[in-house]
């Protein structure tokens, strides 16, 4: 059974690649529109690795990071986060949230699947 | 990108920019609800980031101006105006706009464009107004393919922040990481692990020593560690620039590698080497140093020295190209000075001259150095042949129309130059029987739950002073009864003749016999099989056929390594001395004149309860002398059959070195050749196999 990957974004068109490209090369996907929506599923669900975008209505990729952090079955999960250039200091503080790694909007489907190799393993 | 994201986007931007409009709208009645300048912001955001991922460049390069302005605003740091929310509106329809332009309607309107960028940018603080970075300057976390050629060696010191798992980091995937960038060593330092009681699951106290070896530069070793700069202490350094300043072997001392890496201080390093002992124990002993970091700077100490030393052989190998006829020269003076150390040898035993005896010896253990060396010389890795029938399989397979993929394997076994030329057409015959009879049309093939694909393996091994070559097709096998049928009609057996399997199957080889149904222009003029076993037979080699109907067909050449020189069995009858391939001996046994009476004129022996067939040589040959009372037999195997050959004596195990017979005894049966003894006469090399074909053939006609 492949991992699962949840992605967590606001925009449909960003999952949809996202989760396009994942499922193309054998990882399952659980998509969720916004950060209430991720740690509700979350908490169901065991997921192997997570990546957010960081501006999320409702909850926003930071609470997403340090809500899932507190739940025991994401504590050492790879969580990736997408931020655009202009977000340097929402870099370290996703870090500081407890985010692995992050990945630069815009970012191409070999991109994404680099990082996700490289965090999962 | 392809049109179903890039449409999904379109389908995404226009429901921002709808709710964009509303949110204006929203807050131009109340300017300060943090929430709607969040919902402003975010779209802008998401407009931009999908944007760029799209493929939609202006927008996002233009959207991305906008949201700096609302940066600001979120931040508190510019006030919503009416101007604002104006030039944000105008910005929206300009985005509305490039996205129906990407459909190819409507037109870029640059001048527009930048009058609302300039008005928005007067809107920002004037520390911030000239820093409107250029849009997505992607930053890839890829590692980056520095060109640089040469092989550098690292050394990488990676210590974790203890509580680097929180981060979902697994060091191990980036330590895995870092193999797949080069000739990597990985040495765990777990000195800092505490008493079990003390430990901290959740905290990581180990740190790494890492020797790298790789091309792809410093900055690709750090993308590895990317993600994790901030949560680790890393140390890269050159320890080896691959030989641009340094080409000695040698490495730094055990000593010197610590200092550097900081694990001990040069004090310390001269206080032990004032001892007399090696540095790694008593750097140990005294404490100054942990036990793993000691083991971690020799590991640096010995791969340094392995690359290095590679390095150096890479240098030195290169190869000179001779002419063949150069080495043709040489194997013939080594077969002349074998002759003449044969010579040597057989004096010294006869004078009972200690030194002479020793001299000889010596002469006689660098003769057998220098023929193996020379012998080696000449021997080539089958596998350029090899690449050569892949070719022939392709083509044909085209013409037969039949779908055939060829494997080879242990290309690289050494033959003598000279058998493998010899061997090539043989080989081809062979490969074009299996395509041609051996394997079946696709259709036939998938009849009978086939792949389509037949298969045609070819392969090398050593096997001895031989190499095997064998040739393996999954078709239909041979058909007995067609063999069996062909070969009484063709009068090559009689009817009624009990044959086994193998009997049947070396049918095939005999001369004039095919069964293809057809003839092709491949094969089926009969003229295969034949013709391919007497030139195997040439090369001193031998031929067997396998098959299993429906299964395939398994065709096995054996051939000696090399025609010059063999090792033989000298034996003697009367005074001529003859020469015996000893790869075909089995052993030898005793005729005595009362085995001779037991068989009632028979040319048979017992043999330990097994009757095997002799051949007397010495009526064969017509030699005059009588035999002794007792002779020997020297059984051998041929064709998958044992023969005995009876000879007066056996004298022992010879070295010979092949000389043709010349053109005058050229097609003289029963004779490859003949070679030069110790004491300088000649003896005839027999050719066991074709002895053993034309006595049956007499057997046959009588």
């Known amino acids: 059974m492949g991992k699962v990957i949840m992605t967590a974004d606001d925009s449909a068109s960003v999952r949809q690649m996202v989760s396009f490209t994942l499922k193309q090369s054998g990882y399952e996907v659980v998509e969720a529109v916004d950060g209430k929506d991720a740690l509700q599923k979350l908490s169901g669900q065991k997921v192997d690795m997570l990546i957010t975008d960081l501006n999320m209505p409702n909850l926003d990729g930071i609470g997403l990071i340090k809500g899932a952090r507190a ?4 504590k050492f999960i790879p ?24 990945i630069v909007k815009p970012f191409k489907p070999d991109q994404l699947l680099a990082v996700v190799k490289k965090v999962l393993g | 990108m392809s049109d179903q994201h890039r449409q999904a986007f379109k389908e995404e931007a226009y429901e921002l920019l709808a709710e964009l409009e509303t949110s204006l709208l929203e807050l131009e009645e109340a300017p300060d609800d943090m929430e709607v300048i969040g919902r402003v912001f975010r779209a802008m955001h998401t407009i931009k980031g999908s944007g760029a991922m799209f493929g939609f460049d202006d927008i996002a390069a233009f959207t991305h101006e906008v949201e700096t302005v609302f940066d600001q605003v979120r931040n508190g740091k510019i006030a919503v105006t009416k101007n604002l929310i104006n030039l944000t509106l105008a910005a929206r329809d300009r985005i509305k706009a490039m996205l129906d332009a990407s459909d190819g309607g409507g037109v870029a309107d640059e001048a527009y464009d930048a009058e609302i960028i300039a008005g928005l940018k007067k809107l920002l603080p ?14 890839s976390p890829l590692p980056a393919t520095d060109l640089s050629q040469d092989d550098v060696t690292y050394r990488i010191r990676f210590t974790p922040v203890s509580d680097i798992f929180l981060n979902g980091t697994n060091p191990v995937s980036l330590l895995n990481e870092l193999r797949q960038l080069g000739n990597c060593r990985i040495v765990a330092q777990t000195c800092a692990i505490p008493k079990l009681a003390d430990l901290e699951p959740e905290s990581c106290y180990v740190y ?146 200690p030194e002479l005896l020793s001299i000889a010896e010596e002469v006689e253990r660098l003769t057998t150095e220098l023929r193996d060396n020379a012998l080696n010389i000449r021997m080539l890795p089958i596998g350029t042949t090899f690449s050569k029938f892949k070719r022939l399989v392709r083509d044909l397979s085209l013409e037969l129309g039949k779908e055939i993929e060829m494997t080879t394997d242990g290309a690289e076994t050494e ?8 061997l090539n057409d043989p080989l081809v015959h062979l490969i074009r029987n299996s395509i041609d009879h051996g394997i079946e049309s696709p259709d036939v093939r998938e009849s009978t739950g086939k792949p389509r694909q037949g298969t045609v393996h070819l392969s090398a091994v050593h096997s001895g002073d031989s190499v095997l070559i064998t040739i393996n097709d999954d078709g239909a096998g041979l058909n007995k009864e067609a063999i ?122 017992n043999v330990r309860g097994q009757i095997v067939p002799y051949i007397p040589l010495r009526e064969r040959f017509r030699i005059k002398e009588n035999a002794p009372s007792i002779e020997q037999i ?48 000649v003896a005839l090399i027999l050719d066991i196999p074709q002895l053993l074909h034309s006595v049956e053939m007499e057997e046959r006609a009588a």
């Open chain 2, 415 to 422: 033959l003598d130059k000279t058998v493998i030329e010899r």
């Open chain 2, 484 to 605: 069996r049928a062909k070969a009484v009609e063709k009068g090559l057996v009689t009817a009624t003749a009990e044959l086994s399997e193998k009997e049947i199957f070396s049918l095939i080889f005999a001369p004039g016999f095919s069964t293809a149904q057809k003839v092709t222009s491949v094969s089926g003029r009969g003229v295969g099989m034949d013709v391919v076993k007497q030139a195997i037979e040439l090369l001193r080699g031998s031929i067997n056929i396998n098959s299993q109907p429906g299964v395939g067909t398994t065709i096995t050449v054996r051939i000696p390594l090399t025609l010059a020189i063999i090792e033989s069995l000298l034996v003697k009858i009367g005074s001529d001395c003859f020469v015996m391939p000893l790869s075909l001996v089995e052993e030898c046994v005793e005729l005595t004149n009362a085995d001779v009476q037991k068989a009632h004129g028979r040319h048979i022996a």
């Open chain 2, 208 to 353: 790494w020593d890492i020797i790298l070896t790789t091309s792809v530069g410093k900055n690709a070793i750090m993308d590895v560690f990317i993600f994790v700069e901030d949560d680790c202490d890393l140390k890269i350094d050159v320890i080896d620039d691959g030989g641009r300043l340094d080409t000695e072997a040698n490495y730094k001392k055990l000593g010197e590698i610590l200092v550097e890496r900081g694990d001990l201080t040069s004090s310390s390093m001269g206080a032990i080497l004032s001892q007399q002992k090696r540095f790694g124990e008593i750097a140990i002993e005294s404490g100054l140093v942990e036990p793993d970091k000691v083991q971690s700077a020799l590991v640096e100490q010995q791969h340094v020295k392995e690359i290095r030393q590679e390095r150096q052989t890479q240098d030195s190998v290169s190869s000179i190209r001779v002419p063949s006829d150069k080495l043709d020269i040489l194997v013939n003076l080594v077969g002349e000075l074998v002759t003449v150390q044969a010579r040597l040898s057989e004096t010294s035993a006869g004078r009972k001259d």
């Open chain 2, 634 to 681: 020297v059984i051998t195997q041929v064709n998958n059959q044992r023969v005995g050959f009876v000879v007066d004596h056996v004298i022992g195990e010879h070295q010979t070195v092949i000389k043709s017979l010349g053109r005058a005894y050229r097609d003289v049966k029963g004779l490859s050749g003949a070679t030069i003894l110790g004491d300088g006469s």
């Open chain 2, 126 to 139: 004037e520390t911030d107004g000239g820093k409107s970075g250029t849009a997505s300057v992607p930053e």
């Open chain 1, 71 to 74: 739940i025991p079955t994401c």
């Open chain 1, 79 to 102: 969580i990736v986060m997408l931020t655009t250039e202009s977000q340097d200091g929402k870099k370290q503080e996703g870090k500081a949230a407890g985010a692995t790694g992050w």
